[in-house]
C-alpha cells in the first residue's frame, strides 16, 4: 500500500526566501506524485504533478518539483517566495495500479513573514 | 462557476442532532468522494463513489453515511453528531485514472457543541 510523509508541519520563511518543501512516499509499484496547495477558507486545487518524462516538473506560480525514484521523494521548491504563497501543501501518490485513489500527506504550513 | 459546489459553508449544531451536507459538481465525473480535514492529521477519506451504483468506505467511515442521488451529487449524512465530528469537510471528484487530479469544493466547517 501507498503512503505519504511529509516531514515538516510547518515551515516559516521570509519573503523573497527560498523554501524548500519536503515529501516521501512508499510503494511497490509505479507512482503518480502531485501537490496541492490550499489557502486560506478555500479548498485545496492542484499545484503540479508528476506523471512520466521529465523529473521535473513546474507550476505556473514559479514552484518546481522534481521526481527521485531512488529517494522516493517529491520535494517542492520555490527560490523566492511571496506572502502570497502562504497556504498548506499537501503531497499525493497515486499507484499505477488498484483503485486509484490518491493517498495524502499529513500536509506543511507555509508561513511567509514580510 | 466552480466545478465543486458544497453548502452549507459553515454548520454548528448539537450533539446527536442529524446533519447532511451536500456536494455537486459540474466535471462530469463518475467518482466523487469525501474527506474529513483535522489540523495535523491532513485529509482522512471517509465514503467514495466510483459511480451511481458503486459506493465504498473510506479509512474513517464509522458514524457517518451517504447517499449518490446522481452522476453530479454526493452528500454525507452525520445520523448523531458528536463533538468529535467537528472538522472541515470536503467534497472532491475525479476522472477514473491515477493520473488523474483531484477537484475539491471549498469546504464546510462542521462544528458539533
Given at each position: 500500500a501507498q503512503s505519504v510523509t511529509q516531514l515538516d508541519s510547518q515551515v516559516p520563511v521570509f519573503e523573497e526566501a527560498p523554501v524548500e518543501l519536503r515529501c516521501n512516499y512508499s510503494s511497490s509499484v509505479s507512482v503518480y506524485l502531485f501537490w496541492y496547495v490550499q489557502y486560506p477558507n478555500q479548498g485545496l486545487q492542484l499545484l503540479l504533478k508528476y506523471?512520466?518524462?521529465?523529473?521535473l516538473v513546474e507550476s505556473i506560480n514559479g514552484f518546481e518539483a522534481e521526481f527521485n525514484k531512488s529517494q522516493t521523494s517529491f520535494h517542492l521548491r520555490k527560490p523566492s517566495v511571496h506572502i502570497s504563497d502562504t497556504a498548506e501543501y499537501f503531497c499525493a501518490v497515486s499507484e499505477?495500479?488498484?483503485?486509484y485513489i490518491p493517498t495524502f500527506g499529513r500536509g506543511t504550513s507555509l508561513i511567509v513573514h514580510p | 462557476d466552480a466545478d465543486v459546489t458544497q453548502t452549507p459553508r459553515n454548520r454548528i449544531t448539537k450533539t446527536g442532532k442529524r446533519i447532511m451536507l451536500e456536494c455537486s459538481q459540474t466535471?462530469?465525473?463518475?467518482r466523487m468522494y469525501w474527506y474529513r480535514q483535522d489540523p495535523g492529521l491532513g485529509l482522512q477519506l471517509i465514503y467514495y463513489s466510483f459511480d451511481v451504483k458503486d459506493i465504498n468506505k473510506g479509512e474513517i467511515s464509522d458514524g457517518y453515511s451517504v447517499s449518490r442521488?446522481?452522476?453530479a451529487k454526493f452528500s454525507l449524512s452525520l445520523e448523531s453528531a458528536i463533538p468529535n465530528q467537528t472538522a472541515l469537510y470536503f467534497c472532491a471528484t475525479s476522472g477514473p485514472f491515477a493520473t488523474d487530479t483531484q477537484y475539491f469544493g471549498p469546504g464546510t466547517r462542521l462544528t458539533v457543541l
Open positions: 506523471l512520466s518524462g521529465s523529473t499505477s495500479g488498484g483503485s | 466535471k462530469g465525473h463518475d442521488q446522481a452522476q
